[in-house]
């Protein structure tokens, strides 16, 4: 059982860039899944989460409108979309997944089981 998460890097502002997370071991189709961050000196926080049945229930102020959560069932997979990236998105990303995360509880990094090893995101001018 293993969340992979890739696509960091080091962008520009304003720039875009997409990370994918892909489950093995287990199927993410009817999971919450969620992408939460920690920048240092920084809590982990949430970003965008997203409910088993698909619905985005949550973006959070600083990244809404600029960031997308997507799930590709059929990959097994979870994205992130991120757009005009700035100097404060840089943390390392983290992709969770829990097969019983409730609604109100959906940004709460400790009701996830499953996460992912991190991808660091690098803003930089």
């Known amino acids: 059982v293993q969340l992979q998460a890739s696509g960091g890097g080091l962008v520009q502002p304003g720039e875009s860039l997409t990370l994918s997370c892909t489950a093995s071991?287990?199927?993410?189709?009817?999971?919450?899944v969620g992408w939460f961050r920690q920048a240092p000196g920084k809590e982990r926080e949430g970003v965008s989460c997203?409910?088993?049945?698909?619905?985005?229930?949550y973006s959070s102020d600083s990244t809404a409108g600029r960031f997308t959560i997507s799930r590709d069932r059929a990959k097994n997979t979870v994205y992130l979309e991120m757009n005009s990236l700035k100097l404060e998105d840089t943390a390392v990303y983290y992709c969770?997944?829990?097969?019983?995360?409730?609604?109100?509880?959906?940004?709460?990094?400790?009701?996830?089981?499953?996460w992912g090893q991190g991808t660091l995101v690098t803003v930089s001018s």
């Open positions: 969770a997944a829990d097969p019983s995360v409730i609604l109100s509880s959906i940004t709460m990094a400790a009701q996830y089981d499953y």
């Open positions: 071991g287990f199927s993410l189709s009817h999971l919450a």
């Open positions: 997203m409910s088993s049945r698909n619905f985005v229930e």
